[in-house]
């Protein structure tokens, strides 16, 4: 905590603070909605079966909290992020008879993630140039990733197979 405050800020903090009790003067608080969804679908063909995967899922969050903990006006810290993740998979997989197995398929991932930070330091923070100042940082962050899959057995006998498989990522 002293390395957060002015040396007048630290000095002029009231006496009794445990590690259980704290004066702040900021009302913090802590905000979490998440929600996802996924479906999956199959379908039996003549050369397999036919699955598809998708799946959605969205978070907000957001925050503010007294970064020094104490009574004084130092440092405190909002933090809005929203992100949103989408994926999709869709594979073929042989029906299982026979010496042969295989399986082969294709995927896609999108995320998009946006953070908003807003660092306030008060008049009680320790460095005065910094004092009475508000920090602003907004970012974007995308994702987006392809792949395509395969997986074989063949069954040399009942006892004894070989497997061989792979995927590429992009």
Not at 19 to 24: A, G, L, P
Not at 53 to 74: E, G, L, M, P, Y
Not at 84 to 93: G, I, K
């Amino acid at each position: 905590t002293a390395g957060l405050l002015s040396p007048a800020a630290a000095a002029a903090l009231p006496p009794g603070e445990t590690f259980y009790k704290h004066y702040y003067n900021t009302d913090g608080f802590e905000n979490q909605d998440l929600f996802d969804v996924t479906g999956r679908l199959e379908w039996k063909t003549g050369i397999g079966t036919l699955t598809s995967i998708s799946a959605f899922r969205t978070n907000r969050f957001s925050r503010i909290q007294d970064q020094d903990a104490t009574i004084a006006q130092s440092f405190v810290l909002g933090t809005k992020e929203r992100d949103n993740t989408f994926s999709q998979e869709v594979r073929l997989a042989s029906d299982g008879g026979g010496k042969l197995r295989w399986l082969t398929g294709l995927y896609y991932s999108h995320g998009a993630i946006r953070d908003d930070f807003a660092v306030e330091a008060g008049p009680d923070f320790p460095t005065a140039i910094v004092r009475n100042t508000t920090g602003l940082d907004d970012s974007l962050v995308t994702t987006d990733s392809y792949a395509a899959f395969g997986q074989f057995t063949y069954y040399l006998t009942k006892q004894l197979s070989v497997t061989g498989g792979g995927r590429y990522t992009e």
